[in-house]
């Protein structure tokens, strides 16, 4: 089963960028379609960003279109969020996660639909 470990969290203002990374080990990402998330103290944790198994198909939050870019390079087993133009209420801990996907286009916006997370790492965006 894979694990996940997420980094390149941090504080920064607002208006500035981050990028996540998810490292995968013990298997390949290149067997899931894989999905960032968030949580918010005192809220649900809510979907962010999606990328299929194959073909690069992606979708995203309809609050977060243009500024948060889902990648993954399946060479390096790593999925990246790319984030820009921060905001405050973009503060959150940021999970990834993993599912079992055949080949193909699909990708994954709920919870229930991962098998696999990572532990967090914060983002916190400062006005």
């Known amino acids: 089963q894979v694990q996940l470990v997420e980094s390149g969290g941090g504080l920064v203002q607002a208006g500035g960028s981050l990028r996540l990374s998810c490292a995968a080990s013990?298997?390949?990402?290149?067997?899931?379609?894989m999905g960032w998330f968030r949580q918010a103290p005192g809220k649900e944790r809510e979907f962010v960003a999606a990328?299929?198994?194959?073909?690069?198909?992606?979708y995203y939050a309809n609050s977060l279109k243009g500024r948060f870019t889902i990648s993954r390079d399946n060479a390096e087993n790593t999925v990246y969020l790319q984030m820009n133009s921060l905001k405050p209420e973009d503060t959150a801990v940021y999970y990834c996660?993993?599912?079992?996907?055949?080949?193909?286009?699909?990708?994954?916006?709920?919870?229930?639909?991962?098998?696999?997370w990572g532990q967090g790492t914060q983002v916190t965006v400062s006005s």
């Open positions: 990328i299929s198994r194959s073909y690069g198909s992606t």
């Open positions: 996660a993993a599912k079992p996907s055949p080949v193909g286009s699909r990708y994954y916006t709920g919870r229930n639909d991962y098998d696999y």
């Open positions: 013990r298997s390949a990402i290149s067997r899931y379609a």
